[in-house]
């Protein structure tokens, strides 16, 4: 491109005015209108850009004249794909730039007419898939946990669970033996991964080599990650903790089989819902190691409970309610009471908040409710539609959007964005074949979604989205992008 010309010319330049000057006594003017004023290069002043469809965006071009930049005299604005990018000049001689259509198309401006720069635009729409990987034979975890290095991990399952380490711009991935829970990996403070299922639960660095192992029987569910290094697991009848080498400290027994991964919540301790005889309960534990209490609740639905600084609040088939620090159901709600088609036994995600609403969906809708358990509003637009497989949790964005599955019109699930006050749909993007499963979203904005593949095995798919994902409350399945489940 002609501006790569331009600065090595204009550095000789440069140098030559310098030496001039040292022989003469004089020095070299600022204004780039001094002394050889001549043309000798022009660059537009932006790079390549991404846009979706829809957006505009401002482009500006400079002349390089004999002792530096300045403004042309002229300009011509061009676009290689007028399909894909609509150029309108403006009366300052920059470019006003729209995207039409998915695709990439060059941007091209001819400087004083004679120095020739381009920009190469992409193109594509709101949650357009940038890449996929594929894992045949094997589910992969619902969801999947985003480190500070930007890098996604996964686990899959099948006869030899492996952790998958991803790469954000392609997909590629590095894998190592690991340990496969349901829910997905969780992340420690310097990204290490903890996985737990089946015979054991593990601690990777960084870089997936494992760090120890721990001979947990038939683990199950999400891992909550303590902040010494250590870790809250539960087997098919009890809740361990695991210190930060992967010794065992503790365990206790349940009063049944647990159904909600366990929570480090109000006043620091664990929090698990499990159930027996086909009533459920939940018990909160002591981090150092003894039962507190435990409670009957009016249902659980698998997952992971929100925290607040006094409360958790749960998913329940049909339904969702706060459970006090001490025990007290604060409230309890039916979906039914506010949506004629919510039925009593459809699955409920994990609730969200931004420590004012919550928001929840289940097979039929999405809804919103205060903390203090006041109805707000039900998307039934937006249902979850398949009843099969997770029904995924929704994630909270900073513009006051939120990202969720949602119902796709042939009855599959696709990914919606929609607003935190309404629940009306800003936009919605179908991510191929077979369901989304559940979905995290990187600092980046980009939404990563697992989904079930109809012909067989699972995947990983990113998806080209900007906003990024809120911190404050529990904005997300797990609490955030690493899924560290501790408020």
């Known amino acids: ?66 002792v530096g930049p300045g403004s042309p005299t002229t300009m011509r604005w061009g676009a290689s794909d007028t399909t894909v990018l609509e150029v309108d000049v403006l009366r300052d001689l920059t470019a006003q730039i729209r995207a039409l259509a998915p695709g990439a198309a060059w941007i091209v401006a001819l400087i004083n007419e004679e120095f020739r720069d381009s920009v190469l635009v992409t193109v594509v729409d709101r949650g357009a898939e940038r890449w996929d990987a594929t894992f045949a034979g094997v589910p992969v975890a619902v969801y999947p946990a985003v480190g500070a290095d930007s890098l996604i991990r996964v686990v899959t399952g099948g006869a030899s669970p492996l952790l998958r380490i991803l790469s954000p711009e392609s997909g590629v991935f590095t894998s190592t033996a690991s340990c496969f829970g349901a829910l997905g990996p969780s992340l420690g403070a310097a990204d290490e991964t903890y996985a737990s299922g089946g015979p054991c639960a593990r601690r990777h660095a960084r870089n997936g080599e494992p760090q120890w192992t721990a001979p947990v029987a038939e683990a199950v569910l999400g891992v909550a990650v303590v902040a010494d290094g250590g870790a809250i697991v539960l087997t098919t009848d009890s809740v361990i903790r695991l210190g930060a080498d992967g010794s065992p400290l503790w365990a206790l027994l349940l009063g049944g089989v647990p159904v909600t991964a366990p929570v480090l919540g109000p006043g620091g301790d664990v929090y698990v819902g499990w159930s027996a005889g086909g009533a459920d309960s939940v018990s909160r534990f002591a981090l150092a190691g003894s039962l507190l209490w435990s409670v009957a609740v009016p249902g659980l639905s698998a997952g992971t409970p929100a925290a607040t600084s006094l409360r958790l609040i749960f998913g329940r088939p049909g339904g969702i309610f706060a459970l006090e620090s001490t025990g007290v159901v604060a409230w309890d709600r039916s979906f039914a009471d506010v949506n004629p088609a919510a039925t009593p036994t459809s699955g409920t995600s994990s609730p969200v908040h931004d420590d004012l609403d919550l928001y929840v969906q289940n097979e039929e809708a999405l809804y919103a409710y205060t903390l203090g358990g006041t109805f707000v509003w039900a998307a039934d637009s937006l249902g979850f539609g398949a009843t099969t497989g997770v029904v995924g949790a929704p994630t909270l964005l900073v513009d006051a959007t939120l990202a969720v599955p949602c119902t796709s019109g042939s009855g599959g699930r696709d990914v919606c964005v929609v607003r935190e006050t309404t629940g009306a749909r800003v936009w919605r993007s179908p991510v191929g074949d077979g369901p989304v499963d559940g979905l995290t979203v990187g600092d980046d904005g980009i939404i990563y979604v697992t989904r079930t593949l109809v012909a067989g095995g699972s995947q ?13 409350g529990w904005p997300t399945e797990g609490g955030n992008s690493e899924h560290t489940r501790r408020r």
């Open 1 to 66: 491109m002609s501006h790569l010309w331009m600065k090595s010319r204009r550095t000789s330049l440069t140098i030559a005015c310098v030496v001039a000057a040292a022989a003469v006594g004089t020095g070299c003017s600022d204004d780039p209108f001094a002394g050889a004023t001549d043309t000798i290069g022009g660059e537009i002043t932006r790079g390549d850009t991404l846009l979706f469809v829809g957006e505009s965006a401002t482009y500006a071009a400079r002349a390089i004249y004999g």
């Open 460 to 472: 990983v798919a990113a998806l080209w989205a900007r906003v990024a994902p809120a911190t404050t």
